[in-house]
C-alpha cells in the first residue's frame, strides 16, 4: 500500500470515529415544553442566551447520522434552526441534532408538517418573554448523510 493512501485511511478512520458513537439526545437543539412549544436547548441561560451562533453539529449532517436513537424506529438527523432575534434585530443560527421518526420521513406531507410544527413552537415558546420574542425561525432538517456514502466509496476506492 503506498504511503498517501495509508495516510487517507488514517484521516477518514480518524474523522469518522470521532463522530461514531454517542446518542442523538447529546447533540439536540431544541426540547419539546409541552404546550408551550420548543425551546432551543443552550448552555448559557442569561437575558440574552439566545444572541450567539450555538453549534452542537459540527460536520452538518454526518454529526448526527451514526448517533444512535431511543427506539429502532427513530433516526438521528441535523437540524438548523435559523431565527430573528427581535431585541438584537439580528439573526443566529443554531445546529444540531433531532430524533425523527420513520413515520415521518416516509410520508413528505407528514415531514412538511413536523418543521412548521418546530418553526411555530419555536416562536410560541419565546412569545411572552420581550428580551427573546424571535421571528423569522426556519428549520432545516437534513437525514440524507451524503459523508457517509462518500466515505463508504472512498474506502472501495481504496481497496481497488
Avoid at 439566545?50 to 454526518?62: G, I, M, P, V, W
Amino acid at each position: 500500500m503506498s504511503t498517501k493512501s495509508l495516510i487517507f485511511l488514517i484521516f477518514l478512520l480518524v474523522n469518522v470515529s470521532y463522530e461514531l458513537g454517542g446518542y442523538c439526545s447529546d447533540k439536540k437543539i431544541v426540547e419539546n415544553e409541552g404546550i408551550d412549544g420548543y425551546s432551543l436547548v443552550v448552555e448559557d441561560i442569561s437575558d440574552y442566551f439566545l444572541q450567539t451562533d450555538y453549534r452542537k453539529a459540527f460536520y452538518n449532517s454526518a454529526s448526527c447520522a451514526t448517533l444512535t436513537t431511543d427506539d429502532d424506529t427513530s433516526l438521528c438527523c441535523y437540524m438548523k434552526v435559523r431565527y430573528k432575534l427581535d431585541k438584537a434585530k439580528s439573526h443566529y443560527t443554531s445546529r444540531g441534532c433531532v430524533e425523527v421518526s420513520q413515520n415521518s420521513l416516509a410520508n413528505s406531507d407528514s415531514f412538511g408538517d413536523m418543521r412548521r410544527s418546530y418553526e411555530d413552537g419555536i416562536k410560541n415558546h419565546y412569545a411572552d418573554d420581550p428580551a427573546s420574542t424571535v421571528s423569522d425561525v426556519d428549520v432545516d432538517i437534513d437525514c440524507n448523510s451524503n459523508f457517509i456514502k462518500f466515505t463508504a466509496l472512498a474506502f472501495l476506492v481504496l481497496l481497488l
